[in-house]
């Protein structure tokens, strides 16, 4: 690789270039095609130079790993985990390599190419050798030059792969192969987090009898169908496998702190959780209600001034209590151990947290509350009673908490 002025004069040249409006169909045809050409070199040349980074320790020096480094240096953390995976990839496939460096292969075809031969080399009981690693990446620059997708690359991949398990004693089949099982995820253009799971057959087993029980359908609370859609119904139950989880098994103690959210003390609109990003202020009052969150205020300069106290969360005897007197979701009737122990009065509005200000509510409910229109209150009889929102009952009558709704009365006078 050439100087660092090298670099800078080809940089010069494409800063320069400008697109004539005379020039025809052709023309920007070709222009494109070099364009291309030469993007695919660059993006070789990246993951060569990440590669130098990392053999070098440059990142060590610095108190970093190579992958943050590459993002402070301006790269998406997906193009920062590609540059080193291909990086890492190309020293054993020479014939891969030759190709992306002349700028004939993408840069996210060759980490689809490098990402299939990892997936083979796993496949294989056996070490492969060197013809065996020719052979397979032939077979994958073939469906490349043929226009095959990354995608469609990596279904070859896993095909190559599934041969070699076959025709290996004691190999098995991909969906008993426990070495493949994988988990990515990260967060779209809305700020939503994306979520991708590939696992063997005893894992997904398990994945779904716990989604499968935990996302039954509940009825309203006027006794109408479950509204929410079956994949609603599979995001809330993974919800509560992760509060379940929070928890550790002690459904009645406080969770453990996982989340750290963020409020500045003068503008609570700006909240942000420490890997997502921002949230709204209802969001804000909902994490800061009872979840797996540490709350900080800080001032204008990012100081911290408070930190959230015990006290906001119900300690194991306050639970217990909330257990005995509303059993449930007071909303949807959901297990009292998949339940949030909701402030009624906000505890940063100064609401205490204590049995008359508390109710139980599962997830999703609990999103209703702060966020649909559902409130809460605590009635003459001292339990708790929901007042729904006017798109539900324009009356906006009073329900009883779910546990109490076989009481059969016309009389809302305790709920006075």
């Keep these: 690789m050439g100087a660092a002025g ?50 070098l320790g440059v990142a060590k020096d610095h ?24 990086a890492a990839g ?12 002349d700028g004939a292969v993408s840069g ?9 031969m990892n997936h083979i080399a796993i496949r294989s009981p056996e ?28 279904d070859r991949a896993r095909t190559l792969g599934n041969q070699i398990a076959a025709s290996t004693e004691g ?41 499968d029980e935990l996302a039954a359908p509940r009825p309203e609370p006027d006794g109408s169908p479950d509204a929410r859609s079956t994949q609603r119904r599979q995001a809330d139950a993974l919800e509560t496998l992760l509060d379940i989880a929070a928890r550790s098994g002690d459904t009645a103690s406080a969770p453990r702190t996982q989340v750290l959210l963020t409020v500045p003390a003068d503008a609570p609109t700006l909240s942000s959780l420490a890997l997502m990003g921002s949230v709204t202020e209802a969001t804000m009052r909902t994490l800061a209600c009872d979840t797996s969150v540490t709350t900080v205020i800080v001032d204008g300069e ?56 508390g109710c139980l509510l599962c997830p999703s409910c ?14 003459a009889d001292q339990h708790p009673w929901l007042i729904p929102p006017r798109a539900v009952d324009p009356r906006r009558r009073p329900l009883r908490a779910y546990n109490r709704r076989t009481l059969t009365t016309d009389d809302l006078a305790l709920a006075g």
């Excluded at 193009?79 to 995976?85: E, M, V």
């Excluded at 609990?366 to 009635?379: K, L, Q, R, S, T």
């Design 6 to 55: 090298d670099l800078t004069t080809i940089t010069d040249i494409l800063g320069e270039l400008r697109v004539d409006a005379e020039l025809s169909g052709r023309d920007v045809c070709d222009a494109m095609k070099s364009i291309i050409r030469a993007r695919n070199q660059i993006d070789h040349r990246a993951a060569v130079l990440a590669g130098a980074l990392d053999r």
């Design 63 to 86: 108190g970093r790993t190579t992958r943050e480094l590459l993002i402070v240096m301006g790269f998406a953390p997906s193009a920062a985990q590609r540059l080193l995976r291909i």
């Design 90 to 101: 190309v020293t054993q496939l020479p014939t891969l390599d030759a190709h992306a460096a």
């Design 108 to 116: 996210e075809h060759t980490d689809a190419i490098v990402r299939g």
């Design 127 to 154: 070490p492969i050798d060197e013809a065996m690693r020719h052979k397979h990446v032939t077979d994958l620059l073939g469906q490349f030059f043929s226009g095959a997708t990354p995608a469609e690359i990596m």
């Design 171 to 211: 190999g098995l089949p991909a969906a008993e192969d426990r070495a493949l099982n994988t988990l990515d995820h990260g967060k779209d253009d809305d700020g939503r987090l994306q979520v991708r799971a590939d696992l063997d057959v005893e894992v997904g087993e398990k994945f779904r009898a716990a989604i």
């Design 302 to 357: 990012r100081v911290p001034l408070d930190i959230s106290r015990e006290k906001r969360f119900f300690p194991a005897h306050l639970r217990k209590a909330l257990y005995v007197r509303d059993q449930c979701c007071i909303k949807c009737g959901a297990p009292a151990d998949r339940t949030h122990a909701h402030h009624i009065r906000h505890w940063a509005d100064g609401g205490d947290t204590c049995l008359v200000n």
């Design 366 to 379: 609990h999103a209703d509350v702060h966020h649909n229109g559902w409130e809460v209150f605590i009635g």
